[in-house]
């Protein structure tokens, strides 16, 4: 984007009942953002201070451009924050985790049972000779025991990978093998709308030619049992069984990595972002205390899974390190029917809802009358993440679930960026189509590319311009990825969005600045498809585009370039929409396919995507220059 657009905006704003403020962790938005200006690192020392260390920092940030290290050898780990302190603390017999699965079973662990399943699998973990450092793959549906793996291995200080259970077994193993994985933990399958979906065979598929692993686990869910293969594949539950109950927690350096997550770029194979445990755990539990306002009585339900950053830390170790009672499902929203999710609100007595402006346009679809028939009373807070909360879906969910009463927070983060950076703070006024203003602790802002900042109104590239603690520390084998982050526009932390401010310094965002879609609220990078559909025989070059989709936010169309002998049809339509499928798993499925006879590219032979998203939707291409023909 070389020059500056205006937008034009409507700063009509909404209030959540005052009553919601009473009690606030924190009273007033200003104040706090103020408070946090005077002093930053006191501000991230002051929340740190709330948690347990084994051993305190020496320096709360030590910032060399663009590398940040936070709590520096400061000793700790985060299950320590999220089980013993809760267990040793009066909340043994607190409920953690309510989990309700596709055909209504339910399972409910208290604080003290999750924590003796997460150290017996920790050590189950061992037995299996994992170690602090060594990389392990959850590959799971949405189950507890998705959470008790990833706790385990934080137990234990072995980094995890969770990789999404709706990925194809491509996107599985180009994860596997660049995390070089030791462990690979599955299911045997996961349900959803009633059927079976095969999980195992997938990893079965993804092991080969990844000599890192070692050992799968599996847990078998379904009767009849899977049957195992003896040398390499473990069953969930028998690794726990003849260990010892008691496993003390690994002392981890406040900067040893916790995890890696993958999220798609706009080149290349997918990012693994890597995290670190120490200001992971005091941006999560900070932003879920304040920005949540998440109290003791609270029942949490993130309906995201763990596979993705927001159940990372919105469902797991946030809430968790809270002691918080968190609600996790494996249903879809519509599955046995549209009021499914309404009617756990009422059973669960759900007071903060985290979900998807995907999921509530749906709902707005299906009808106000699957809402009104259950008693949603009890919810206190709603949240949104992953694409802009249209200001339609915004009212919509004000008025119908939160019954003009509940503040919405469009909160807006990113996988890189681990915690809330934009949002309304609860009690404060909302305006629909804005995220919001920062987080304190967050320096945001909208610039021009060389970072000079933008007047309200006019759009701009979306930049953090100082370190936080919760903030990636590097892509995985791949620090030079890392470093365009922060050198790209000024020196900031480049989010890769277009935004907007307005007055009162509210934040819209536009959209994504590079060729990421966001379809139904996930990551898709436009190349993960093309190379997928260029690894079909049939197809010689291609080409992604998101086009606006009322309910998904993007939807996916390819255009097509064949090789010599094949023939466009519908079945070959078909057959590529299944072989993505296959490859990276259905949220990557293309709507649509065109073939075509060629590709606009740049004279360095780049495909301009923006020049065929421009044509699909009739709109001015813009700069051509560049382009070759
Ligand atoms: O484009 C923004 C969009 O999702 C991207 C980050 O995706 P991911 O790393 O998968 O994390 C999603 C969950 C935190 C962002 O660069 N995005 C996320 N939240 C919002 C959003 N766009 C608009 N409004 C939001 N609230």
């Known amino acids: 984007m070389s020059e500056n657009f205006d937008v034009k905006l409507d700063s009509k704003s909404y209030l959540p009942d005052p009553s919601v403020k009473e009690g606030s962790w924190m009273q007033d938005y200003e104040t706090a953002y103020n408070e946090f200006l005077k002093d930053p690192e006191k501000h991230w020392e002051n929340v740190a201070e709330e948690l347990e260390w084994f051993q305190k920092w020496d320096k709360v940030r030590e910032w060399d451009h663009p590398y940040a290290k936070w709590f520096t050898d400061a000793k700790l780990n985060i299950t320590h924050n999220c089980l013993d302190r809760h267990v040793l603390n009066g909340k043994r017999n607190k409920v953690a985790l309510i ?51 990833m706790l385990a291995c934080a137990r234990i200080g072995a980094v995890h990978s969770v990789v999404f259970g709706g990925f194809g077994a491509n ?81 981890m350096d406040s900067e040893d990595p916790l995890f890696i997550l993958y999220t798609s770029g706009t080149t290349g194979p997918a990012k693994g972002i890597v995290h670190t ?38 469902i797991v170790y946030g809430p968790l390190s809270m002691g918080a009672t968190i609600m996790i499902s494996e249903t879809t929203p519509d599955y046995p029917d549209p009021g499914v999710w309404w009617s756990m609100v009422e059973e669960f007595d759900v007071t903060i809802l985290y979900t998807a402006p995907t999921a509530i346009r749906m709902f707005m679809r299906m009808g106000e009358e699957w809402p009104e028939k259950y008693n949603l009373s009890s919810l206190r807070i709603l949240g949104s993440v992953g694409e802009p909360l249209n200001p339609e879906a915004f ?28 949002t309304t703070a609860v009690g404060e006024p909302m305006k629909p189509g804005f995220a919001g203003r920062p987080v304190p602790g967050i320096i945001a802002d909208v610039v021009d590319e060389n970072g000079e900042s933008v007047p309200a109104g006019t759009g701009g590239f979306l930049v953090i311009k100082e370190p936080w603690p919760s903030m990636m520390r590097t892509v995985y084998n791949n620090d030079e990825r890392y470093c365009q982050y922060w050198n790209t526009i000024g020196n900031y932390y480049a989010a890769g969005d277009l935004a907007v401010k307005d007055e009162d310094g509210y934040i819209m965002i536009l959209g994504r600045s590079d060729d990421v879609l966001i379809v139904a609220g996930h990551n898709i990078g436009s190349a993960e498809v093309e190379s997928a559909l260029v690894s079909h025989e049939a197809v ?56 075509v006879e060629s590709l606009p590219k740049t004279r360095s032979g780049k495909i301009m995507r923006r020049l065929l998203k421009a044509q699909e939707l009739g709109q001015d291409p813009g700069d051509v220059s560049t382009l070759e023909d």
């Open 395 to 422: 009212e919509w969910y004000f008025r119908v679930i939160g019954k003009e009463k509940c503040p919405i927070l469009d909160t807006w983060w990113q996988t890189e960026t681990g915690m809330h950076m934009l």
């Open 277 to 314: 445990c120490g200001g992971y755990m005091v941006g999560t539990y900070y932003t879920t205390k304040n920005m949540f306002d998440l109290k003791d009585n609270d029942v949490m339900w993130c309906t995201a899974d763990p596979g993705w950053i927001t159940g990372h830390s919105y």
């Open 99 to 149: 989990w309700v699965g596709d055909d209504g079973e339910e399972q409910i662990l208290t604080y003290r049972q999750l924590y003796r399943e997460v150290m017996r699998f920790a050590n189950g973990l061992k037995s299996l000779g994992v170690e602090k450092g060594d990389r392990v793959c959850i590959y799971m549906p949405l189950v507890p025991e998705q959470i008790i793996a």
């Open 540 to 595: 010689a070059e291609a080409a992604v585009i998101g086009k606006p989709d009322p309910l998904k936010g993007d939807s996916i169309k390819a255009f097509i370039i064949l090789r010599m002998g094949f023939e466009a049809s519908a079945k070959l339509k078909t057959d590529l929409v299944y072989h993505v499928r296959m490859n990276l798993g259905p949220i990557a499925m293309p709507s649509e396919i065109e073939f």
């Open 171 to 251: 996107a599985l193993h180009s994860r596997i093998k660049d995390a070089q994985a030791k462990i690979v933990i599955t299911a045997d399958a996961t349900l959803r709308r009633g059927k079976r979906i095969d999980l195992k065979t997938l990893v079965d598929e993804a092991v080969v030619n990844s000599s890192s692993v070692e050992k799968i686990v599996v847990l078998r869910r379904m009767t009849p049992q899977l049957e195992l293969f003896s040398e390499i594949e473990v069953d969930f539950y028998e690794i726990m069984e003849d260990v010892e109950k008691e496993c003390e927690p690994e002392v």
